[in-house]
Protein backbone atom coordinates (compact mmCIF):
# COMPACT_ATOMS: atom_id res chain seq x y z
CA UNK A 1 0.00 0.00 0.00
CA UNK A 2 1.07 3.56 -0.86
CA UNK A 3 1.59 5.92 2.09
CA UNK A 4 2.67 8.90 2.78
CA UNK A 5 2.76 10.57 6.56
CA UNK A 6 3.52 13.63 7.21
CA UNK A 7 4.29 16.00 10.34
CA UNK A 8 6.26 18.42 12.15
CA UNK A 9 3.82 20.47 11.77
CA UNK A 10 2.69 23.38 14.56
CA UNK A 11 2.39 26.97 15.88
CA UNK A 12 5.02 29.61 15.24
CA UNK A 13 5.84 32.91 15.59
CA UNK A 14 6.06 35.01 12.13
CA UNK A 15 10.04 35.22 11.06
CA UNK A 16 10.16 31.73 12.79
CA UNK A 17 10.98 27.86 11.34
CA UNK A 18 9.27 25.00 11.44
CA UNK A 19 10.85 21.39 9.16
CA UNK A 20 8.00 18.88 7.82
CA UNK A 21 8.75 15.00 7.14
CA UNK A 22 7.05 13.05 4.84
CA UNK A 23 7.55 9.69 5.33
CA UNK A 24 6.37 7.45 2.73
CA UNK A 25 5.98 3.73 2.07
CA UNK A 26 4.98 1.12 -0.62
CA UNK A 27 6.60 2.82 -4.00
CA UNK A 28 9.76 2.95 -5.27
CA UNK A 29 10.89 6.12 -3.60
CA UNK A 30 14.10 6.57 -4.62
CA UNK A 31 12.80 7.32 -8.58
CA UNK A 32 9.60 9.11 -7.72
CA UNK A 33 8.57 12.90 -7.51
CA UNK A 34 7.68 14.04 -4.46
CA UNK A 35 5.89 17.82 -3.54
CA UNK A 36 4.47 19.78 -1.05
CA UNK A 37 1.18 21.47 -1.17
CA UNK A 38 -0.44 23.64 1.05
CA UNK A 39 -4.05 24.57 1.44
CA UNK A 40 -5.52 27.82 3.48
CA UNK A 41 -9.28 27.90 4.08
CA UNK A 42 -11.41 29.53 0.96
CA UNK A 43 -8.00 29.06 -0.86
CA UNK A 44 -7.46 26.80 -3.42
CA UNK A 45 -4.33 24.42 -3.15
CA UNK A 46 -1.19 25.89 -3.83
CA UNK A 47 2.48 24.06 -4.70
CA UNK A 48 4.75 25.03 -3.01
CA UNK A 49 7.59 22.94 -3.75
CA UNK A 50 8.98 19.64 -5.35
CA UNK A 51 12.01 16.86 -5.87
CA UNK A 52 12.74 14.42 -7.70
CA UNK A 53 14.49 11.99 -5.21
CA UNK A 54 16.59 10.27 -8.51
CA UNK A 55 18.30 13.87 -9.24
CA UNK A 56 17.65 16.12 -6.81
CA UNK A 57 15.88 18.89 -8.85
CA UNK A 58 13.66 20.94 -7.49
CA UNK A 59 11.36 23.49 -8.32
CA UNK A 60 9.71 26.35 -5.61
CA UNK A 61 6.90 28.65 -6.01
CA UNK A 62 7.89 31.92 -6.10
CA UNK A 63 6.33 33.05 -3.09
CA UNK A 64 8.58 30.84 -0.80
CA UNK A 65 11.79 31.02 -3.12
CA UNK A 66 14.83 31.63 -0.45
CA UNK A 67 12.94 30.88 2.74
CA UNK A 68 11.90 27.13 1.97
CA UNK A 69 14.09 24.16 0.89
CA UNK A 70 13.27 20.75 0.16
CA UNK A 71 15.20 18.04 0.70
CA UNK A 72 15.34 13.98 0.20
CA UNK A 73 17.05 11.66 2.42
CA UNK A 74 16.70 8.35 0.10
CA UNK A 75 18.25 5.58 2.97
CA UNK A 76 15.18 6.88 5.25
CA UNK A 77 12.34 7.43 2.56
CA UNK A 78 11.99 11.02 3.54
CA UNK A 79 11.31 14.76 2.04
CA UNK A 80 11.71 17.42 4.10
CA UNK A 81 10.42 21.00 3.61
CA UNK A 82 12.87 23.68 6.14
CA UNK A 83 10.45 26.82 6.17
CA UNK A 84 12.71 29.54 7.68
CA UNK A 85 11.44 33.04 8.10
CA UNK A 86 7.94 31.98 8.29
CA UNK A 87 4.81 34.49 7.59
CA UNK A 88 1.34 34.44 8.49
CA UNK A 89 0.04 34.16 4.82
CA UNK A 90 2.14 30.55 5.04
CA UNK A 91 -0.61 29.73 7.59
CA UNK A 92 -2.38 26.61 5.84
CA UNK A 93 -2.62 22.60 5.62
CA UNK A 94 0.32 21.38 4.50
CA UNK A 95 0.51 18.01 2.26
CA UNK A 96 2.78 15.91 0.69
CA UNK A 97 2.09 14.32 -2.74
CA UNK A 98 4.21 11.65 -4.92
CA UNK A 99 3.73 10.56 -8.43
CA UNK A 100 4.61 6.84 -7.25
CA UNK A 101 3.17 5.59 -10.48
CA UNK A 102 5.81 6.68 -12.75
CA UNK A 103 9.48 7.58 -12.83
CA UNK A 104 11.22 10.84 -11.69
CA UNK A 105 12.45 11.08 -15.18
CA UNK A 106 9.19 10.51 -16.52
CA UNK A 107 7.53 13.20 -14.59
CA UNK A 108 9.42 15.62 -13.95
CA UNK A 109 9.52 18.19 -10.81
CA UNK A 110 6.14 19.84 -11.18
CA UNK A 111 3.66 21.74 -8.90
CA UNK A 112 0.59 20.77 -11.17
CA UNK A 113 -1.41 18.70 -8.54
CA UNK A 114 -3.23 16.44 -11.19
CA UNK A 115 0.25 15.08 -11.53
CA UNK A 116 0.29 13.19 -7.86
CA UNK A 117 -1.26 9.91 -7.42
CA UNK A 118 -0.61 9.39 -3.54
CA UNK A 119 -1.30 12.12 -0.93
CA UNK A 120 -0.59 12.42 2.95
CA UNK A 121 -3.24 13.66 5.20
CA UNK A 122 -1.89 16.90 5.59
CA UNK A 123 -0.25 18.71 8.93
CA UNK A 124 -1.58 21.92 10.03
CA UNK A 125 1.02 24.85 10.23
CA UNK A 126 0.22 28.26 11.92
CA UNK A 127 1.82 31.59 11.99
CA UNK A 128 0.91 34.15 14.28
CA UNK A 129 1.92 37.53 13.62
Known amino acids: EMQLVESGGGLVQAGGSLRLSCAASGFTFDDSTIGWFRQAPGKEREGVSC????????EYADSVKGRFTISSDNAKNTVYLQMNSLKPEDTAVYYC??????????????????????WGQGTQVTVSS
Open 97 to 118: AAGSLTTAQAMGVTLNPYKYDT
Open 51 to 58: ISTSDRST
